[in-house]
């Protein structure tokens, strides 16, 4: 009977293994509706909170995430072929931790930013993308909780941007 040595079956085994786990991988883009390449001209933000500065911080964050992701390039000037725009609906945050000898004194909240994200042709008007997503950040509490939360803007904006562009450029799952 002709056996293999057992390296050889080893090595012949992992092969096969590594070549049906890379039949399902994908390099770059596979979000079908919006072909890689496209420009995605980013539209104002809908603030629906009483918090301000929130439009302006997301809008900002979702520019600097498309130009990092380079998997669309950014419209400037009115000449996107997609149109992203959203409404950005709850701002909540909600305790974390409280303080060690005090539990009535909140030292850690979760902040969220819940935001309707929409994508649409400028052709066409043919609505790509029409999902919520929530951004989330923990926010230690110093001595003043609008300074923390102000600080703390940026990080969930950053969030929030990067669920939306992997959305644009990979699709749902």
Do not use: H
Not at 57 to 64: F, H, K, T, Y
Not at 85 to 96: A, C, K
Not at 97 to 113: C, H, K, M, Y
């Amino acid at each position: 009977m002709n056996r293999l040595p057992a390296s050889r079956a080893a090595s012949l085994l992992a092969v096969a293994l590594t070549a049906a786990g890379c039949a399902s991988y994908q390099l770059g883009p596979v979000n079908p509706a919006i072909p890689a390449g496209q420009a995605v001209e980013v539209g104002l933000f809908q603030n629906a909170t009483p918090l301000p500065g929130l439009a302006e911080s997301v809008n900002a964050s979702i520019r600097r995430e498309l130009q990092r992701d380079g998997t669309f390039a950014l419209a400037t000037a009115d000449d996107g072929d997609v149109l992203l725009t959203g409404s950005i609906d709850t701002y909540r945050r909600s305790p974390v931790s409280f303080q060690p000898r005090d539990i009535l004194t909140v030292r850690d909240f979760e902040v969220e930013l819940i935001t309707r994200v929409r994508a649409a042709e400028k052709a066409t008007g043919q609505v790509l993308l029409d999902r919520e997503l929530t951004g989330r950040t923990t926010v230690r509490l110093g001595g003043d909780l609008a300074s923390a939360e102000r600080q703390a803007l940026p990080l969930l904006a950053n969030d929030l941007a990067k669920q939306a562009v992997a959305l644009l450029a990979e699709g749902g799952w």
